[in-house]
């Protein structure tokens, strides 16, 4: 065995479940190695938000921005994303720029000695040596997470071992696609407009068009819509909203098995309690969503039998028309965690509902607060700011003290 064969040099340990996992991942109560969206408890995840939007808010000045890149300006980062990727390799690479990490890439391992017959896990024990974290996106499911045994391995033999991050691995899990979509669903859900005043504000006037509406994740309908099965943003997201209280979810897919949700996350969600219901046509749900998750159908994956379903498919059936639009909540995020294709037109985009460019830019700051966690420095960022700035962050998550 070279190395290639790298689930079966971590067999038992990659047979276990996540949660017997989740204690290998993390170093002094800091998470060492990102690889499931299980990771995160809702401190976390509000710790995350904070740090984000008080890196956002320190970046708008020339001093808050040299404050940031002089915090990691010692760091190098290996960005192995042998899988294609516009949003999550750049917005890496802009988050470490911010906080002053260099960065290098790997994208096409044919232009690496993995071309002459190297296996991929000598090539991370190799780029350990140079780098201090590895960002990875490889088409394999479980390889970031057996390249995190890798590194804890090295550890206890006192060698050099570095935080693997898991920029998307297969079809299993994209965890930090789920931090940005948390991130923007905090924001949104404060229901906060520039012309909020002491006496009108935006919740007050949505309250009385939806006067249940509260602020906050909790008690919320949640729809994912397209390609649900295949979708491994789609599993982390709804791994992380599990945590917030009286959730319910409506998938909307294709009534094909492939596209329907696997029954290890419906298992996980209803043992969470989330009320789940079933639709196989947008127009038949939209208007009682709080949010629409849309997602494109991932025909990478497909077989010449998938082939032959899709040639009669309707995807009328799952694309956000403007008709369709006129039917939802005047607040209904519609997040994607992008590329599209036809699932959601252009003309959509002008809509206020329309975040998934917002989402897409917020995953460059949570991403950039997590790196700063892993590397120690968000309690910094945090003393920074409140010497800095009299009020706390502009986000949902309130000043939650340096972890
Ligand atoms: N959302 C996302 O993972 O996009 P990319 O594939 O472009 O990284």
Same mark, same amino acid.
């Not at 690479?93 to 990490?101: E, T, V, Y």
């Given at each position: 065995? +070279?190395?290639?064969?790298?689930?079966?040099?971590?067999?038992? *340990?990659?047979?276990? =479940?996540?949660?017997?996992?989740?204690?290998?991942?993390?170093?002094?109560?800091?998470?060492?190695?990102?690889?499931?969206?299980?990771?995160?408890?809702?401190?976390?995840?509000?710790?995350?938000?904070?740090?984000?939007?008080?890196?956002?808010?320190?970046? *708008?000045?020339?001093?808050?921005?040299?404050?940031?890149?002089?915090?990691?300006?010692?760091?190098? %980062?290996?960005?192995?994303?042998?899988?294609?990727?516009?949003?999550?390799?750049?917005?890496?690479?802009? %988050?470490?720029?911010?906080?002053?990490?260099?960065?290098?890439? $790997?994208?096409? =391992?044919?232009?690496?000695?993995?071309?002459?017959?190297?296996?991929?896990?000598?090539?991370?024990?190799?780029?350990?040596?140079?780098?201090?974290?590895?960002?990875?996106?490889?088409?394999?499911?479980?390889?970031?997470?057996?390249?995190?045994?890798?590194?804890?391995?090295?550890?206890?033999?006192?060698? @050099?071992?570095?935080?693997?991050?898991?920029?998307?691995? /297969?079809?299993?899990?994209? =965890?930090?696609?789920?931090?940005?979509?948390?991130?923007?669903?905090?924001?949104?859900?404060?229901?906060?407009? !520039?012309?909020?005043?002491?006496?009108?504000?935006?919740?007050?006037?949505?309250?009385?068009?939806? =006067?249940?509406?509260?602020?906050?994740?909790? /008690? !919320?309908?949640?729809?994912?819509?397209?390609?649900?099965?295949? /979708?491994?943003?789609?599993?982390?997201?709804?791994?992380?909203?599990?945590?917030?209280? +009286?959730?319910?979810?409506?998938?909307?897919?294709?009534?094909?098995?492939?596209?329907?949700?696997?029954?290890?996350?419906? %298992?996980?969600?209803?043992?969470?309690?989330?009320?789940?219901?079933?639709?196989?046509?947008?127009?038949?749900?939209?208007?009682?969503?709080?949010?629409?998750?849309?997602?494109? $159908?991932?025909?990478?994956?497909?077989?010449?039998?998938?082939?032959?379903?899709?040639?009669?498919?309707?995807?009328?059936?799952?694309?956000?028309?403007?008709?369709?639009?006129?039917?939802?909540?005047?607040?209904?995020?519609?997040?994607?965690?992008?590329?599209?294709?036809?699932?959601?037109?252009?003309? $959509?985009?002008?809509?206020?509902?329309?975040?998934?460019?917002?989402?897409?830019? +917020?995953?460059?700051?949570? @991403?950039?607060?997590?790196?700063?966690?892993?590397?120690?420095?968000?309690?910094?960022?945090?003393?920074?700011?409140? @010497?800095?700035?009299?009020?706390?962050?502009?986000?949902?998550?309130?000043?939650?003290?340096?972890?």
């Amino acid at each position: 065995m +070279n190395g290639s064969d790298f689930s079966s040099q971590f067999e038992g *340990r990659l047979a276990r =479940p996540v949660l017997a996992k989740i204690p290998d991942f993390a170093r002094q109560e800091r998470l060492k190695h990102v690889i499931f969206a299980q990771q995160f408890d809702r401190d976390l995840l509000d710790h995350f938000s904070a740090t984000a939007s008080m890196i956002r808010e320190i970046s *708008r000045t020339r001093p808050g921005q040299d404050f940031l890149t002089g915090l990691l300006s010692h760091k190098r %980062a290996m960005l192995y994303f042998t899988q294609p990727s516009t949003r999550t390799f750049l917005s890496f690479m802009a %988050a470490c720029q911010i906080l002053g990490i260099t960065c290098n890439e $790997i994208r096409d =391992p044919s232009l690496s000695s993995e071309y002459k017959g190297e296996s991929p896990l000598d090539s991370m024990r190799m780029f350990s040596s140079y780098f201090d974290v590895i960002i990875m996106r490889t088409p394999q499911a479980k390889f970031a997470e057996s390249c995190a045994y890798l590194m804890n391995d090295l550890d206890k033999m006192g060698k @050099r071992s570095v935080p693997i991050v898991n920029a998307g691995s /297969g079809a299993d899990e994209h =965890p930090t696609q789920a931090l940005l979509d948390i991130y923007t669903l905090q924001r949104t859900f404060e229901f906060t407009a !520039k012309t909020d005043t002491s006496k009108a504000t935006r919740f007050d006037q949505l309250q009385r068009k939806y =006067p249940t509406l509260s602020k906050g994740l909790d /008690g !919320k309908v949640y729809g994912f819509c397209g390609d649900v099965g295949r /979708g491994r943003t789609v599993r982390s997201l709804t791994t992380l909203l599990a945590l917030w209280k +009286n959730v319910s979810m409506v998938f909307i897919y294709p009534d094909y098995p492939k596209l329907a949700p696997y029954a290890d996350m419906l %298992a996980r969600l209803e043992d969470a309690g989330i009320a789940i219901s079933h639709a196989h046509s947008l127009d038949q749900v939209a208007a009682q969503l709080d949010m629409l998750y849309m997602t494109r $159908i991932q025909h990478e994956h497909d077989t010449p039998e998938d082939r032959a379903f899709f040639e009669t498919f309707d995807k009328s059936k799952f694309t956000l028309t403007p008709e369709i639009l006129a039917t939802m909540r005047d607040y209904c995020p519609i997040l994607h965690p992008f590329p599209r294709n036809e699932e959601i037109p252009f003309e $959509i985009d002008s809509d206020n509902r329309a975040m998934y460019f917002r989402q897409a830019r +917020n995953g460059m700051w949570i @991403r950039a607060a997590l790196l700063a966690h892993i590397f120690d420095v968000d309690g910094k960022i945090g003393s920074y700011y409140l @010497r800095n700035y009299a009020s706390a962050p502009t986000s949902s998550a309130t000043a939650v003290p340096p972890r």
